[in-house]
DNA sequence: ATTATATATTGCAATATTACGATAATAAAT
DNA sequence: ATTTATTATCGTAATATTGCAATATATAAT
């Protein structure tokens, strides 16, 4: 046990968790706010910011990347993480049709 | 170790991140979406929906409730279970405020 | 009163996540 | 060539999550 049974999800529903998890953590919500005020950062910016040890951070890093939200380039001896513009609206998107469901006025009983 | 550090990050970052983290699981998607469709529903639905033991649907339910996304009512020897939409609509708005933000295109170099 | 039905809780095993030190890899600066 | 700066990866410990059987609780039906 302890495994999650993706198996008897719909492709959509474990999409839809996949997307959420991501985001789910304060240091990748931190993270994402920082790079959206300082336009791009770097790996150290975030250690020095957040408080956390440099393997930490570039975990965090490396799964906001696994989705592509984010995107590094290499600049000389440092990265340069942005924000990747499309995949955030879609991403935005994706949230948009789960949460602006029609929810229907039916309470209990 | 394995603690995430709440303390070095703003309330608005944990709280963010604690909402998505009760939609980050494919099963409690999906008994959000049956709850939209089907306007209400029982614990049992859920277990003949979805497949999972009795026991492991009852405590999504519970996380779900935790966030007060949905309320359950006792019906006679059953609970009703049941979308809040003023929650739901919060919720939806919270994470709007955070997708909604303006991304200035600024790509790395 | 007993049985059947529905849900919640407890305890536990398996797996996942978080955090960090140590180390490797790479490029710039000296 | 050596040192410095930056990031990624590996290994590991601590904690959290997932899932279920067993059990407890509560109401309805017989």
């Not at 770097?42 to 490396?62: F, M, P, R, Y």
Request: hydrophobic share 40%; glycine share 4%; aromatic share 8%.
């Amino acid at each position: 046990m302890g495994l999650t049974k993706s198996e008897i999800f719909t492709d959509e529903q474990n999409r839809l968790a996949s997307l959420f998890k991501v985001v789910a953590h304060p240091a990748r919500v931190a993270i994402l706010q920082y790079i959206i005020n300082q336009k791009t950062c770097i790996c150290n910016d975030l250690v020095e910011e957040l408080g956390l040890a440099q393997a930490t951070i570039s975990q965090h890093l490396k799964e906001l990347k696994s989705i592509g939200i984010i995107q590094g380039t290499i600049e000389g001896k440092a990265v340069c993480y942005c924000i990747d513009e499309n995949v955030w609206k879609q991403i935005q998107r994706d949230f948009d049709v789960f949460f602006n469901q029609e929810v229907k006025v039916s309470k209990c009983c």
